[in-house]
């Protein structure tokens, strides 16, 4: 059930914010930031300074239809320290047998990382709830329309390249969910504390993907 709602919950966003900064002190500031503008799906990546402790209190605090993950876990002890820490799902840029283990063995959602038509495949079978296909900066919408058609089945969420303009024409190629970092956690605003923006930035994504 745990996964099967994680799942459900991601599908229905089809966002999923990826939040990476050295200040871990704002975290908050930017997860309240974004949930008011609607994005209600969150993750929080390892390279984050006291990310397990990050991922542990904002499980505790998270309002209901909430979900916080782990990003950049690499390994099955990384995951495994995650879910313990209250993490609802696992995001890796890489396909790693034994991370993706371990979250099935939690019931956790997981999104291993892959990039070619093959390695895309192996994270399928190797028990993806989504695979994210990572970098996508040079890939482009149409990229995902191609391997729709000989992949129906797999479900793909771009990662890396994916802004508030482009990211419904993603979804409309064949992704079920984007993962959108530094075009939605935008660093100047973060800096200045301009959280309206963050709050609008989100508002914008979640209106685009309205209707898909």
Aim: proline share 5%.
């Amino acid at each position: 059930m745990r996964r099967d709602k994680a799942r459900d919950a991601i599908f229905a966003s089809k966002i999923i914010a990826v939040i990476r900064m050295s200040d871990a002190g704002r975290v908050f500031e930017v997860t309240e930031a974004l949930g008011k503008g609607g994005v209600n799906v969150l993750e929080i990546t390892m390279t984050v300074p006291g990310a397990l402790d990050i991922i542990h209190t904002l499980a505790e605090k998270k309002p209901e239809g909430f979900l916080v993950g782990a990003g950049t876990v690499l390994d099955a002890e990384t995951a495994a320290a995650a879910i313990w820490s209250g993490a609802d799902f696992i995001v890796s840029p890489i396909t790693e047998p034994g991370m993706i283990a371990a979250c099935r063995a939690h019931d956790t959602f997981v999104a291993p990382g892959a990039f070619t038509p093959t390695e895309i495949v192996s994270a399928w079978d190797k028990g993806a709830d989504i695979v994210k296909v990572f970098p996508a900066t040079s890939l482009g919408p149409q990229y995902f329309r191609d391997l729709k058609g000989p992949f129906p089945q797999i479900r793909l969420m771009p990662t890396g390249g994916v802004t508030v303009e482009n990211a419904r024409e993603f979804i409309k190629a064949g992704a079920s969910a984007v993962g959108i970092g530094t075009a939605l956690v935008d660093k100047k605003a973060v800096e200045a504390g301009d959280w309206n923006a963050l709050t609008e930035k989100a508002r914008q994504l979640v209106e685009s993907l309205r209707g898909l």
